[in-house]
Every structure is written in structure tokens, then in C-alpha cells.
């Protein structure tokens, strides 16, 4: 029968036997979860326009269903809602081409018609053919407040006064939830092959305490440390019941005991997927003055590129894990019980087999081989009395759910029951069309998330990287497909980057992710380059051709020679400095690598002289470093003298004004020197004026202008002022009244 339903914008209570709570959108299910086929069948493709003889009134050909079809069906949708103020029986068809009204209803309604342009011919899915030759145009229907306009075509059908298709629901983005009353599937252990040998290994409650094991864990506090005890938390009188319930269960089974310690920690209860309550403490204080277990845990995305060409998954939740783990009695943690697992697991982990504490992971290639794997873990299980919880566990499946991602032969995909939040969001009660694109868009971009591929060791890697004003982004791919993504904000300082350093940041930020992808080439010095001798091993084999260092040698060898000594690679030293021999050729190279290598940059004598003699000594070493750079062409052009002492004298007057004084400086300046560098000069206002500096500026000279009261800047010129002072003083006194 078909079933009414309390709207709440269309959600739709149905009974079926799936085993999930399903949550599906648009398309209606049978009782088995399946896409209906017999009856909803949609027929996309509608002849407006068919030929019917001569005269005839042009057809077109929609489809809709009627009540004894929909009852058979058994999955659909109904309900009571207001259609321009009187209530209608209206179904949700899927496979009807249009929507329709029934002619009862319009002359009930007194609503308004127009003819049609063609008849059309409505076929339901008994056979049964009607004509429609009206409509009802922008005719309102209100569901949940909301109030949607829809063109209904008039039909005479006595079982539902609307019907409409599910373009109508799609255009405007509607979706149908079904929130299934479901019925366990009979799922045993007996039904599960290679599973039922072990009905041990799956018990309804832990038998009693674990056995003593080479791992137990224990309790260690930082040094000085005193008890800590904290007030309970108040708990709601179920909670309380619930409280003794489980302290008891727990009791009976040994797992706990009376205890008078000084230390205390508050419980509260979490509620799980099924309704149950789960018993937590609050052990924040005590952990902060526990000293940690070291032991690492893996990262969950290094587990997943284990799984590269895996098809069979099966899935074992162990059963109350910490419980399986003893405790001192001289004295809780993930560490602990991850050693212990890597003990028991350690010859199949990254063969078949990876955990993440109390959750184990099989894959195999072969339903064959993964039958065989699944038989040796859980032998292992029985061999160390590790029990796991038989309803939580999943076997020889294509697709699996394991540590919230859904894994499978195509790869690694988002869990679709994270994204629950997202896809429940509400719809905004007032938007426009386009806002109402905008926001259907955004949770499908959210919600939607492509399937990344697991890596292959033997093939190589890409990695694409971009950067904007706001964060970096980066993907790895390999044979063309996504393995991962990756992206963060900048920060503060990082949003002042230019834009080629953002995108090296990129580059280096992708890098430091997946460094252990991406490996590189190794440097292999090439064989001449490793035997190529260095200026050192030159410098110690040339000594033996120079008389005089050799003389120095023989005596340092015996001691009879005072500052000479040998080094430990037999090279003659002079405190402590390396002889260089008269031997041209290395002695040019060395000045040249002092003088000319990207390190130095043409320093002068006495820089490249005060260098040099902390490394090396020879004869006559000052004069010849300073003959040297005198010689060096690149410093004769570059360093040029600031017209060493001599000085150019113009007279003129102050009334000159500056296009007076550019004409003595083109004809006394320029004409003899050329166009100078730069000038240094006061802040006289000729000198700041426009005039003066667009005509430096166009002749490429720049311009430097000392500091107020500030003479230093410019020395030698006050220097050189107060020379022509006294000059003109005895001038004055030598020439009276001239």
C-alpha cells in the first residue's frame, strides 16, 4: 500500500532489509536496496509531434503509473499537500515523463486550463492509454512552507490527484531521504567460510583475564610527581545506573578491583553508533605527568600504500583491545598495545596484513590467496588468546571501510558517512535561483572527492604545484592518476613573497611531503673527476722541484730548521702555512683562484694579501699579490679613480643660474672627463632643482647630495676647500686691493 508521510521538505519513512541505514537521493529503492526497474522505468526521450493519418490531431507520448501499478511496486512515495489551497493525494513518480493533475481535482479546485498544442497519448505501465489535451499552468503547490510553481498536465485518474516526475523534484534541487525501519540481514558465524573453524577466536564477552604476555603495560611519572585526584563529574541518573551496571560487569570479570589509591580521575559516558553508553575516565591530569611511550605509531597513509594491487579485503575488530592488555600491579595506552600487535603480527605486517591499534586490515589479490591469509591471522589470533568482536568484523569483500577511508581495488576514497555533515546541511528558506545553484554546487564539490590511486613502487612520480596570495596547493600523480593532495594557508610573512618565491614554496612544501616518493638521482662522482688532483696535492708535489724547499724539507725532517715542519699529507709548512714553490703555473693558478673565483670577487692587494698568508707563505709574496692585481684587467675597468687628488677650479658667480652653471659643467666637466658616475655635491638649490636633475637623470649620472651640517660625507672636498681657503687668503695679501 502506499504510504503517507509527515513532510518535512520530502522525508520519507520506508521499511526494507538492507543492513545499513541508507540515505538515498532522487532515486527510490525496493526492499532489497536496488534501483526499481519494473515499475519506475524513465523515459527520457518524448515524441511531441506523431503522425496520426490525415486530419488526425498531432500525439506525443509521455508515461505515468497508476495506483494498482504503484501499489504492486511497494516502494512508493505519497503524501497530503496543499495545491492552491485544497489538499491533494499526491505521488512521487520517478518514471512519469511529466507531472499531472487529475481532472476531478481541477474541477474541484475550480482551477484555471489551457489547451495544448498537441494531444498527448499517456501510457502507464499496464498498457492502459489516455489522452491529455489541457493544462494547468504555474499552478502552486506548498511543501513545508515552501511554495513551488509546477505545469501540470490534466489527466483523468481517479487514484491521485497529483503526480509529479522527479525532473520536477531535480529542478528544484530536491532530494527524497529514505530513512530505512531496517532488519538485520542474518549474518552468523556458521554462514562465513574459514571464519566458522574459529568460532573461538569470536566469543560473545572476554572469558577472564589475558594471559601474561612479553609485553604489559605500566605506568611511569615524571620524577617528584605527587598524587592527583580529581572531583567526580555529575551524572544524570541513567548515567548512574549505567555506572553501576558496567563497574560490576567489570568487576565479575577481573578486569578491575577495589582500590584505596590517592589517585583519582572523573568517568563520564560517550554514546555509541548503536545507542549503547560507553564508560570513559578523564585521565588528562595524570597524563600530564606520565612520561610517554615512545613507540610510534604509523601514519594511516603509509598503511594505505600497502595495498597496491590488493582486490579481497576482510576486516577484524578486536574486542575490547585494552582488555587484552594486562597491567602491572606495581601500576593504558596506544602505544603499548600497538607494540604488543607489531609482536604478535610482525612476519605478515606489510605482506598481507596492516593495523592501526586494535583494528587489523587483510588484503590479498586472489580470493584464493586472501583465504589463506585470513586463516593464518586468525590462527595467530588463537595461538595468543586474542579475542575480536564478531559482529564489527567484515570478510572477502571488494570494498572495505577501514579507518575512515573506503578502500578498494580502484583505490583509496572518502567514507561517505563522514560526509553526513555536509550533505545535511538545510536549505536556505529564502534564495534566488542562482544562490540555489551555488549552494547545491558547493555540497556536491564538498561531498565529491575523487578516488586516489595507490602508489606503485616501480613507476615514477609528478607532482604538480600552484601558489595564490592565500595558500599552496599540490598534487601527486603517477601514470596519470591522483595518489594524493595536499595543501595549507600561508602565513603571515609568507603572504609577502613574490610570486616566483610562492611558487618555489610550493615546490618545497610538496617536496618535504613526499621526499620518500620522490627520491631523486644519486650524485656519482664521474671517475676522472674523483682522480682530478686538488691545488693542495699540485702545490705539495711542485715542492719537490724547488732547490730551496727542498733544502727546508731535509732539514725540517731531521729538526735542525727553526718554523718549518711537515704536514700529515708530507706537505712542507712554514708556521703552519703551506710553501708555495717558485713553480709559475701553480703559483697563477693560486693568485687567480684568490683573485678571480666566484668566492673573492677581485678584492684588492691587501685584502687578497691578508688572505692569503693565513693559508700559505712564500718569498716575496706581499709584492707579488700586488703586482698581480695591478695587472688584472677586470679591476683596471671596473674600479675607477675618483680623479685621484686633482681638482678643476671654474670661476663664477652667484647670480649663475642653473642652466648657467650645466654650461660650464658640459664645457669644463664633461668635454674633458666624460660624463662622471655620479656627483657628490651640497644641497644648494640649483643643485636640487628639477632642471639640474633631469639633466643628470637623462645623462645617467646619479646624483649624491651630503647631509645637512654634516661636512664627513663628502671629506676630500672640505679638505680640498680649505686649501683654495688659504690660497685666496694669500692671495688677498700678496695683491691688496685686487
Known amino acids: 500500500m502506499p504510504m503517507h508521510c509527515a513532510w518535512q521538505w520530502i522525508s520519507v519513512y520506508k521499511r526494507g532489509l538492507t543492513r545499513p541505514r541508507l540515505q538515498v537521493e532522487v532515486q527510490p529503492h525496493d526492499r532489497k536496496g536496488r534501483l526499481s526497474s519494473s515499475l519506475f522505468q524513465c523515459h527520457s526521450e518524448i515524441s511531441d509531434q506523431v503522425n496520426q493519418g490525415p486530419g488526425a490531431p498531432n500525439r506525443g507520448k509521455v508515461f505515468a503509473t497508476n495506483k494498482t501499478e504503484a501499489e504492486r511496486a511497494g516502494t512508493v512515495v505519497t503524501g497530503t499537500l496543499p495545491v492552491l489551497g485544497h489538499c491533494a493525494l499526491v505521488l512521487f513518480d ?15 479546485a475550480c482551477l484555471e486550463v489551457e489547451p495544448l498544442h498537441h494531444v498527448l497519448s499517456v501510457s502507464t505501465p499496464s498498457g492502459e492509454n489516455m489522452l491529455s489535451k489541457e493544462k494547468v499552468k504555474a499552478c502552486q503547490i506548498e511543501i513545508a512552507g515552501h511554495v513551488i510553481e509546477v505545469t501540470l498536465l490534466v489527466l483523468d485518474m481517479l487514484d491521485f490527484d497529483v503526480i509529479l516526475d522527479m525532473d520536477w523534484l531535480a529542478a528544484n534541487h530536491a532530494s527524497i531521504n529514505y530513512s530505512l525501519d531496517t532488519r538485520e540481514v542474518d549474518v552468523s558465524l556458521s554462514s562465513e567460510p574459514v571464519v566458522r573453524d574459529y568460532p573461538d577466536v569470536f566469543p560473545e564477552e572476554l572469558p577472564g583475564l589475558p594471559p601474561h604476555r612479553e609485553i604489559e603495560f605500566a605506568i611511569e611519572l615524571e620524577p617528584g610527581t605527587v598524587p592527583i585526584s580529581r ?10 545506573k549505567e555506572l553501576k551496571v558496567q563497574l560490576q560487569k567489570l568487576l565479575d570479570k577481573g578486569f578491575i578491583r577495589p582500590s584505596v589509591s590517592p589517585w583519582g580521575a572523573p568517568v563520564l559516558f560517550v554514546k555509541k553508533k548503536d545507542g549503547s553508553m560507553r564508560l570513559c575516565i578523564d585521565y588528562r591530569e595524570l597524563n600530564k605527568v606520565t612520561v610517554n611511550n615512545k613507540y610510534p605509531l604509523r601514519r594511516i597513509d603509509d598503511l594505505f600504500d600497502q595495498l597496491q594491487g590488493a582486490t579481497v579485503f576482510s576486516k577484524i575488530d578486536l574486542r575490547s583491545g585494552y582488555h587484552q592488555l594486562r597491567i602491572k600491579d606495581s601500576n593504558n595506552a596506544p602505544a603499548v598495545f600497538m607494540d604488543l600487535m607489531n609482536r604478535v603480527f610482525g612476519e605478515f605486517l606489510d605482506t598481507f596484513l596492516i593495523m592501526f591499534i586494535d583494528d587489523i586490515l587483510i588484503y590479498s589479490k ?27 568484523c567484515e570478510f572477502c569483500l571488494k570494498q572495505i571501510s577501514f579507518l575512515g577511508h573506503v578502500v578498494s581495488k580502484a583505490g583509496d576514497s572518502v567514507d561517505p558517512a563522514k560526509m553526513e555533515a555536509v550533505t545535511s546541511w538545510p536549505r536556505p528558506s529564502t534564495v534566488s535561483e542562482a544562490c540555489e545553484d551555488s549552494f547545491q554546487n558547493l555540497k556536491q564539490k564538498l561531498v565529491t572527492a575523487s578516488v586516489l590511486t595507490i602508489p606503485d613502487g616501480s613507476g615514477s612520480f609528478v607532482i604538480y604545484s600552484n ?6 596547493g599540490c598534487v601527486l600523480m603517477q601514470q596519470g592518476k591522483v595518489v594524493a593532495y595536499v595543501s595549507r594557508q600561508l602565513k603571515s610573512h609568507e603572504q609577502n613573497y613574490p610570486t616566483h618565491d610562492l611558487e618555489l614554496a610550493a615546490v618545497v612544501f610538496a617536496l618535504k611531503i613526499w621526499r620518500h616518493y620522490l627520491y631523486g638521482k644519486a650524485n656519482v662522482v664521474a671517475d676522472a673527476l674523483s682522480r682530478k688532483p686538488t691545488l693542495r696535492q699540485k702545490i705539495i708535489v711542485a715542492q719537490r722541484n724547488d732547490p730551496y724547499l727542498v733544502e727546508k724539507r731535509c732539514l725540517a725532517e731531521v729538526g735542525q730548521v727553526v718554523g718549518f715542519s711537515i704536514s700529515s699529507d708530507g706537505g712542507l709548512l712554514f708556521k703552519r702555512r703551506l710553501c708555495v714553490p717558485i713553480d709559475r ?18 678584492p684588492g692587494s691587501t685584502k687578497m694579501y691578508q688572505d692569503l698568508k693565513q693559508v700559505y707563505w712564500w718569498r716575496n709574496m706581499k709584492r707579488e699579490v700586488a703586482e698581480f692585481v695591478n695587472n688584472c684587467l677586470v679591476c683596471q675597468q671596473v674600479k675607477a679613480p675618483r680623479l685621484t687628488k686633482s681638482a678643476h677650479f671654474i670661476p663664477g658667480k652667484s647670480t649663475y643660474t642653473a642652466s648657467k652653471w650645466a654650461q660650464l659643467y658640459m664645457s669644463e666637466i664633461v668635454r674633458l672627463h666624460e660624463v662622471p658616475v655620479s656627483i657628490i655635491s651640497d644641497r644648494d638649490a640649483r643643485f636640487t632643482s628639477k632642471f639640474w636633475k633631469g639633466l643628470q637623470a637623462a645623462m645617467g649620472t646619479m646624483l649624491n647630495f651630503n647631509t645637512t651640517f654634516h661636512p ?7 679638505r680640498l676647500n680649505q686649501v683654495l681657503e688659504d690660497m685666496l687668503r694669500a692671495c ?6 685686487s
Open 732 to 737: 688677498a695679501l700678496e695683491f691688496p686691493g
Open 94 to 108: 520517478s518514471g512519469s515523463s511529466h507531472s499531472f493533475i487529475s481532472s476531478a481535482f481541477v474541477l474541484h
Open 231 to 240: 572531583a567526580p563529574y555529575r551524572l544524570a541518573l541513567a548515567e548512574l
Open 467 to 472: 601558489a595564490s596570495k592565500k595558500g599552496l
Open 712 to 718: 664627513q660625507t663628502d671629506g676630500q672636498t672640505e
Open 585 to 602: 703555473a701553480v703559483k697563477t693558478e693560486l693568485l687567480t683562484e684568490a683573485h678571480s673565483s666566484p668566492f673573492s670577487m677581485h
Open 366 to 392: 586472489t580470493e584464493t590467496e586472501h583465504e589463506e591469509h585470513l586463516r593464518m591471522v586468525l590462527e595467530t589470533l588463537r595461538a595468543n588468546n586474542i579475542y575480536a568482536k564478531f559482529s564489527k
